[in-house]
């Protein structure tokens, strides 16, 4: 009971802290670059032409709504993950101990029996969660046509349930759960496969290696899947009534698969994936403030 309520506490305070990061994030995921571009450097020290960035982007918000605005879906957001560790952890709990002999510990059975363990219960716990995500993705969005639709946490239930049934609090839901699946599955694998074949078993410091192999295997199994996590924000904010949701910011798709093929074709998979250095698409035009529209 104190592990699982520390868990609450530390994934709060983690939540609370990279919520300007995610509000940042979210608003370029939809296209909308309210700043025009700069002639900068990359990291090789060339000149290009670089959108801003994360700190530029954050200040523009801040301009508007103060520094409060940052935190903008912070409320669904906390109860997404306060949510999500209670019903990962009575998953895994009924589930029962993940752990096996040590003589198989090495195993790809292992592996496969603790990643299936695991899939679970991530899966479940992003099932239920998903109808917060949708709404902090949506009060977030709003920023864009300066809407108050999602504000309240109730009423932004009442407003999704009204407007478009149970099925509107899971948009987005099927390109999410592939994403955290393939995710899960690439990175245990690729980690046991250095674990298990590029270490040598005899360093003193094996369990630091591993430790250090797996974090390395997790970033580039989210860097793989990050376009599940793109496809799956949008269709959550897709034609839902907000200006972000809606032409020019987002066409209007048909189907997570029709907004994956869009994106590909346009070579978009990657937007919003770097908060820093990002440079502007060849032949890639960005929407400006609704202001400058008018």
Request: glycine share 10%; with cysteine.
């Amino acid at each position: 009971m104190a592990d699982a309520a520390s868990q609450v506490l530390l994934g709060s305070g983690l939540t609370i802290l990279s919520q300007p990061f995610m509000y940042v994030k979210v608003l370029i995921q939809v296209g909308y670059e309210p700043l025009p571009p700069t002639i900068g450097r990359n990291i090789f020290g060339r000149q290009v032409c670089q959108l801003p960035g994360l700190f530029s982007y954050a200040q523009h918000i801040a301009s508007i709504d103060g520094r409060r605005g940052l935190f903008t879906g912070l409320t669904p957001r906390l109860c997404s993950g306060v949510l999500g560790t209670v019903v990962h952890g009575k998953v895994l709990q009924e589930l029962g101990p993940g752990n096996v002999q040590k003589e198989v510990s090495s195993s790809f059975d292992r592996v496969i029996k603790e990643t299936t363990r695991e899939m679970i219960a991530r899966s479940a716990a992003t099932l239920i969660t998903h109808p917060f995500h949708v709404i902090t993705l949506r009060s977030m969005v709003q920023f864009i046509g300066r809407e108050s639709k999602y504000c309240g946490l109730c009423d932004s239930i009442v407003t999704i349930y009204r407007e478009e049934g149970i099925l509107g609090f899971f948009a987005g839901l099927v390109p999410r759960l592939l994403g955290d699946i393939l995710s899960l599955w690439l990175c245990n694998s690729l980690a046991y496969l250095v674990n298990t074949y590029a270490l040598d078993s005899g360093v003193s410091t094996m369990n630091e290696m591993k430790s250090y192999s797996q974090a390395v295997t997790g970033f580039f199994a989210s860097m793989l899947t990050y376009p599940f996590v793109l496809v799956s924000n949008l269709m959550a904010v897709n034609n839902c009534g907000l200006a972000g949701g809606c032409p020019p910011y987002s066409p209007i798709y048909t189907s997570w698969i029709d907004c994956w093929c869009m994106l590909q074709k346009e070579g978009n998979m990657s937007r919003g994936n770097s908060l820093f250095f990002r440079k502007v698409p060849f032949g890639k035009t960005y929407c400006c403030d609704l202001k400058m529209l008018i």
